[in-house]
């Protein structure tokens, strides 16, 4: 990503990952369409609102993948071979070692969990059993996130595509055998789940295996070295709180939800995977500035860095609108197509209608935050997404649903305004980084 017309190598790179990010979303789409099908509101409701309590884990860790990838995609960029082998190998034994962490710790989280955030009692049990299979095979999404993340650092995301696409082909042949012809109900879509993360991350350590370069892997040199440790935590830490303390933020937002129903909850469930498929674009052309801003920042050349952001922001913020419109405009239909009910169907058109219009803040935050990312300012982003999505969003919905009663305007407005914040805030950051006051150079764009 050092040379060539920058808007080329921004979509070259991205558009692997915007397939691939499609084909991830799948994973849980497809979960929340068959059980919202063939097994209830109850399961839809259950699965969709599952998100928040993985985050505080799982999402933590993918949190220090990006700590590993930036550090990885800066040796890479410098050709600092030793250094990246280090990293590379240490990067894997610390996903080890997470992995049972988070196997366990998942499972002793899940009742608490479910008491903060006022889940409905028809839907605790089910929730409860989709969460345990899950966690005992949340190693598999784990070594995917770290495996995928090495790849895609040093320029390398054909690989992570091809195997994601594979997994989710076989995450949904899964959802269909163990739910229509074996019927386990939710349990059977947790174990589709799993089995089909645990084939992408075989599929993606056995790539790295066969890889010949400095950041192949090799079990005799795995090893745990502290600089590249150090290193990870610096950068990888931050995001990773961030992950995981807007998780539990999200729990908190989803217990405003919750308290509305199982009709609610599955209608926001919905209305989530429509959400996540309209920014497929945006988080792929954001991690694709990450990785851009981080070789031509290891390379010395921040003005083309630079340039790099300008140029993720447009194309960002151009995909969101073009996106965002369509699922306004078609949105019963859409809905429609998740849940037979229509009591979920008109709960998620009201979260369209209040949310969507808000898409085009979110332009700053993924792009702003991958640019300060790639150039070591791990902790900048982080503070100002926590205060956003944290402070700023409790005290608004306290203030305006437990004191003012504002009732369910306020409950689906509560993400918009963390990312109203968060957009100021990070524009703000980057206006003031190194990156933004970088001197021009003549490096062709």
Not at 288 to 312: C, D, E, I, L
Request: proline share 3%.
């Amino acid at each position: 990503m050092t040379q060539g017309v920058i808007w080329r190598q921004l979509v070259s790179f991205a558009l692997p990952m915007m397939v691939g990010l499609f084909f991830q979303q799948l994973y849980n789409t497809v979960d929340t369409w068959v059980v919202g099908q063939y097994v209830g509101k109850e399961a839809q409701a259950a699965v969709g609102s599952s998100a928040s309590i993985v985050n505080l884990t799982v999402g933590f860790c993918a949190g220090l993948s990006t700590g590993a990838s930036v550090i990885i995609s800066q040796r890479f960029g410098a050709h600092d071979k030793t250094g990246l082998e280090k990293a590379v190998h240490t990067s894997i034994v610390l996903t080890a070692i997470l992995s049972v962490i988070v196997t366990f710790l998942g499972q002793l989280i899940i009742s608490p969990m479910q008491g903060f955030m006022k889940t409905p009692e028809n839907v605790i049990p089910v929730q409860r059993e989709y969460m345990s299979i899950y966690f005992w095979g949340a190693c598999g999404i784990m070594f995917y996130n770290m495996g995928s993340g090495i790849l895609r650092a040093v320029g390398d995301s054909r690989r992570p595509l091809i195997f994601l696409i594979i997994s989710a082909c076989l995450n949904m042949g899964l959802d269909l055998l163990l739910v229509l012809v074996i019927p386990l109900g939710v349990a059977g879509v947790a174990y589709a789940t799993i089995l089909s993360q645990l084939i992408s991350a075989l599929l993606i350590l056995n790539s790295l295996a066969r890889e010949r370069g400095p950041y192949g892997l090799r079990l005799k040199k795995l090893c745990f070295d502290m600089e590249s440790f150090r290193k990870i935590i610096r950068l990888g830490l931050p995001s990773a709180i961030q992950t995981g303390v807007t998780g539990f933020s999200n729990a908190f937002v989803q217990s405003y939800t919750n308290a509305l129903g199982d009709a609610a909850m599955a209608g926001y469930a919905v209305y989530g995977k429509l959400d996540n498929f309209v920014l497929v674009p945006l988080q792929a052309i954001g991690m694709a500035s990450t990785t851009f801003v981080g070789q031509n920042w290891g390379a010395r050349n921040p003005a083309r860095a630079k340039r790099g952001v300008h140029m993720a922001m447009l194309m960002g913020n151009g995909s969101t609108l073009v996106l965002g419109t369509l699922v306004w405009v078609l949105a019963r239909q859409l809905l429609g197509f998740f849940s037979p009910v229509e009591e979920v169907v008109s709960y998620g058109q009201r979260f369209i209608r209040f949310i969507t219009p808000f898409y085009l803040f979110l332009g700053s935050n993924q792009i702003y935050s991958g640019a300060l990312r790639g150039v070591g300012d791990a902790t900048g982003p982080t503070v100002m997404m926590l205060l956003s999505y944290v402070a700023f969003r409790q005290l608004y919905l306290y203030t305006s649903v437990t004191v003012l009663g504002l009732g369910f305007p306020a409950v689906a407005l509560g993400y918009p305004m963390g990312w109203v914040m968060c957009a100021l805030l990070l524009t703000i950051r980057y206006r003031r980084s190194v990156l933004f006051r970088a001197e021009k150079t003549d490096a062709k764009s």
